[in-house]
T-cell receptor, first 118, second 116 residues
């Protein structure tokens, strides 16, 4: 079974509107971390936001917020006031234990291509 | 700050040739890893290292070799290139999770490899 599922291969949003990118995950661990990365057409991977499984509040970073619903195992990314520069591929990723000795391995979803239109 | 530097950015190989993708980081990160990105499949972990002299396999290690002789460098070797290894390769580094913030991965710019 996929550990990270992003069901929206492509999304369109109008400039200045908000958009939600879906991410569901599967884990039996209690301690885990969830990440969102942005990949513009230039190809680099840009870290956006992180949510730890024990964090009680949803993470926010500027126009990005993570809608964390632990019981539903979802970690949706919300982008407010979309800008043309937000057009990119967005990846959800999860880190599971063990961390000590096991490093910092992330499992990525297949991504959502977001297009912001005028 | 250079961050994570990968070379080369582009490479074309013939089937059976070998090559090394170089990766260096200047952030004193103990953790380094290699991912490959293929259309519709996201990023998949090839190999990783938790410190100098320590490496381990990820999800898709076959056909690749790594070593970590220093904290800074983590080269990825393709032993005998195959068309199935045509992909974009990313090197990433981080602190150990929990020691310094979120432990997010810092990525290089990627290396696009084509095997004919």
């Amino acid at each position: 079974a996929q550990k990270i599922t992003q069901t929206q291969p492509g999304m369109f949003v109008q400039e200045k509107e908000a958009v939600t990118l879906d991410c569901t995950y599967d884990t039996s661990d209690q301690s885990y971390g969830l990440f969102w990365y942005k990949q513009p057409s230039s190809g680099e991977m840009i870290f956006l936001i992180y949510q730890g499984s024990y964090d009680e509040q949803n993470a926010t970073e500027g126009r990005y917020s993570l809608n964390f619903q632990k019981a539903r195992k979802s970690a949706n990314l919300v982008i407010s006031a979309s800008q043309l520069g937000d057009s990119a591929m967005y990846f959800c990723a999860m880190r599971e234990p063990p961390y000590t000795g096991g490093g910092n391995k992330l499992t990525f979803g297949t991504g959502t291509q977001l297009k912001v239109e005028l | 700050n250079a961050g994570v530097t990968q070379t080369p950015k582009f490479q074309v190989l013939k089937t059976g040739q070998s090559m090394t993708l170089q990766c260096a980081q200047d952030m004193n990160h103990e953790y380094m890893s290699w991912y490959r990105q293929d259309p519709g499949m996201g990023l998949r972990l090839i190999h990783y290292s938790v410190g100098a002299g320590i490496t381990d396999q990820g999800e898709v290690p076959n056909g690749y070799n790594v070593s970590r002789s220093t904290t800074e460098d983590f080269p990825l070797r393709l032993l005998s290139a195959a068309p199935s290894q045509t992909s974009v390769y990313f090197c990433a580094s981080s602190y150990s999770p929990g020691l310094a913030g979120t432990g997010e991965l810092f990525f290089g710019e990627g290396s696009r490899l084509t095997v004919l």
